[in-house]
């Protein structure tokens, strides 16, 4: 089970750091990563770090967001910075366990992100 935490309002511009419990999740097993929706929408990736530590972003947030794991604490932190009104969105963590060509997939409940000024 994932739970995110770490959302809330933020002026644009602002920052916000979330993150999420992968207690039970082991990072050399799952590639980790973090999802955002809005209301009638998909879910999009956002960040993704994969069992080895390869990172992707999506192009709208290259430069501003950071994906990070620490295995210490078995969390995944999203770290957001220059946050833009189009931000605003209900931001996922994803655990994906790739096996024999399935992939297993363990979300969380999401946490919600509100860029406004």
């Known amino acids: 089970q994932l739970v995110e935490s770490g959302g809330g309002f933020v002026r644009p511009g602002g920052s916000l750091k979330l993150s999420c419990d992968a207690t039970?999740?082991?990072?050399?097993?799952?590639?980790m990563s973090w999802h955002r929706q809005t209301p009638g929408n998909p879910r999009d990736v956002v960040a993704s770090?994969?069992?080895?530590?390869?990172?992707k972003y999506a192009d709208s947030v290259k430069g501003r967001f950071t994906i990070v794991e620490e295995a210490a604490k078995d969390a995944v932190y999203l770290e957001m910075n220059n946050l833009k009104p189009e931000d605003t969105a209900t931001y996922y963590c994803?655990?994906?366990?790739?096996?024999?060509?399935?992939?297993?997939?363990?979300w969380g409940q999401g946490t919600q992100v509100t860029v406004s000024s």
């Open positions: 770090i994969s069992t080895r530590g390869v990172t």
């Open positions: 039970g999740i082991s990072f050399a097993l799952y590639d």
């Open positions: 994803k655990a994906t366990h790739s096996w024999r060509g399935q992939a297993y997939d363990v």
